[in-house]
C-alpha cells in the first residue's frame, strides 16, 4: 500500500498537530480551498430542511398512506430523514455522546492501545491512505464492527470509559431494531414486498460504527472534516454532536447545513449507495461532507449497515418496468472497492449504472 510522502500510514491527526504545533500540516490541505467550486465562498450556507418522520407511525403495521408517501418523497429528494419517536431515550443518546467524547479524550497512548494495523479498518486512528496523492481528512475516528456479534474483534473495543463495551452494545441492539423497521417501510413506501430490501441486506447485516472526532482547525476553510462522499451503507444512522455544526449535505447542486441540535432527540437517516441501487435509483443516496471550524471540536456517531457481503444486490423487480428501465448492474461485497473509491473522490454507483 502506498504512503503519503508527509504521513506515515497510521499516524493520527492528533499526533500530526502535536509534531507540527498546531499548525495545518500540508496533506491535509485542499489547494484553493474545498469551496473550490462554489460561487459564493463568504455567505454561509443555508440550512437544511430535511424531513421529519415519525418512526413510531411508519412501524405501524396499520400505517395509512400518508406517512408513507412523506417517506418516499423525503428519500427519493433529500435521500435522508430525521426519524423521531426511535424508540431510543434521549438519556441514551446523551450517554453514547458522552462515552464518545470520554474515549477521544484519553491521553494519545491509551487510544493507541486500539489502534488500527497498518492495512486494517478496524481500530482507532487516522483513515487508511492508499496514495501519495489523498488528500487527508481532518479526523480521527474509532471504527468497529458491532453486528454480526460473532465478528466483533473485542481487541479493539476501548475498555475506558468502563461502560463503553456495555453501552455500545445496546445501542446496536437497539439500531438493529430502528433499521429493520426503516427497511420494512422504504418497502412499503414503494409498494413492493415489506422484505424486498431487508432479504437484499440478509440476516447477518453488518453493522459498523464509526466514532468521528473533528478537532478544531486553524485553517478551517482549507481541509475537510470528511471529503465529500455519500455512503457505502444500505442505509447510515447519524448521531450527531449536540452543538457543533459540521454536517453539510448536497440537493439538487446545491450544497447545505445541517442545523443543530437536532429536532426532538431525531436520529438522521440516510441513504447508502446499496439501497439507491437496490430502490432502481428512485431513492438517491446522499452525498455530503464534514466540514471543522477553528474553536470547537465535533464529534458524531455514526452506524454503518451494510448487507451480507456475499448476497447480490440489485434493483428490486416490481421496481423495473418499461417506464423504468433497470438502472444498476448487479454487485456484490460493495465494501472492498468503496474505501479507494471514496479516498479518490469517485463514487461506487456511479460505476454500476447502465
Ligand atoms: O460527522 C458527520 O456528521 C458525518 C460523518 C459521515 O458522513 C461518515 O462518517 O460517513
Ligand atoms: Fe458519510
Redesign the pocket.
Known amino acids: 500500500m502506498a504512503q503519503n510522502s508527509q504521513i506515515p500510514q497510521t499516524q493520527t491527526l492528533q499526533q500530526q498537530l502535536l509534531i507540527n504545533g498546531g499548525h495545518t500540516p500540508e496533506s491535509y490541505i485542499y489547494k484553493g480551498g474545498y469551496h473550490g467550486g462554489d460561487s459564493n465562498n463568504n455567505t454561509p450556507l443555508p440550512l437544511a430542511q430535511i424531513p421529519v418522520l415519525d418512526l413510531s407511525q411508519l412501524s405501524s403495521a396499520s400505517v395509512g398512506e400518508a406517512p408513507l408517501n412523506h417517506l418516499r418523497l423525503a428519500l427519493s429528494t433529500w435521500g435522508c430523514f430525521q426519524a423521531t419517536n426511535h424508540g431510543i431515550s434521549s438519556s441514551f443518546l446523551e450517554k453514547m455522546r458522552k462515552i464518545s467524547e470520554q474515549f477521544f479524550s484519553l491521553p494519545i497512548e491509551e487510544k493507541m492501545r486500539y489502534g488500527r494495523e497498518v492495512d486494517g479498518m478496524e481500530g482507532y486512528g487516522n483513515d487508511l491512505i492508499f496514495s501519495n496523492q489523498q488528500i487527508l481528512d481532518w479526523?480521527d475516528?474509532l471504527y468497529l464492527v458491532t453486528n454480526p456479534k460473532d465478528e466483533r474483534r473485542l481487541e479493539f473495543w476501548p475498555l475506558n470509559p468502563p461502560s463503553f463495551r456495555e453501552d455500545l452494545h445496546e445501542y446496536t441492539v437497539k439500531l438493529m431494531k430502528i433499521i429493520d423497521t426503516v427497511l420494512i417501510a422504504m418497502a412499503r413506501s414503494l409498494n413492493v414486498e415489506p422484505n424486498s430490501f431487508t432479504d437484499q441486506v440478509g440476516k447477518r447485516p453488518t453493522l459498523f460504527k464509526?466514532f468521528?472526532f473533528?478537532p478544531p482547525c486553524s485553517t478551517p476553510h482549507l481541509v475537510l472534516?470528511?471529503k465529500e462522499?455519500s455512503?457505502g451503507t444500505a442505509i447510515?444512522v447519524?448521531l450527531?454532536?449536540k452543538q457543533v455544526e459540521?454536517?453539510e449535505l448536497r440537493k439538487d447542486d446545491q450544497w447545505y447545513r445541517?442545523p443543530v441540535p437536532a429536532v426532538a432527540d431525531s436520529l438522521?437517516i440516510?441513504i447508502g449507495e446499496q439501497a439507491e441501487i437496490m430502490s432502481n435509483g428512485i431513492f438517491k443516496s446522499l452525498i455530503?461532507?464534514?466540514v471543522t471550524n477553528s474553536e470547537r471540536q465535533?464529534?458524531?456517531v455514526?452506524s454503518?449497515c451494510c448487507p451480507e457481503k456475499d448476497i447480490e444486490i440489485k434493483p428490486i423487480e416490481g421496481l423495473i418496468d418499461e417506464k423504468r428501465p433497470r438502472l444498476f448492474r448487479s454487485t456484490k461485497n460493495y465494501l472492498q472497492t468503496y474505501f479507494q473509491n471514496y479516498q479518490k473522490g469517485e463514487r461506487s454507483v456511479d460505476g454500476l449504472r447502465i
Open positions: 479526523s475516528r464509526r468521528n473533528y472534516g470528511l462522499h455512503d447510515t447519524l450527531l454532536d459540521g454536517l445541517v438522521l440516510i455530503h461532507r464534514a465535533r464529534i458524531s455514526v454503518f
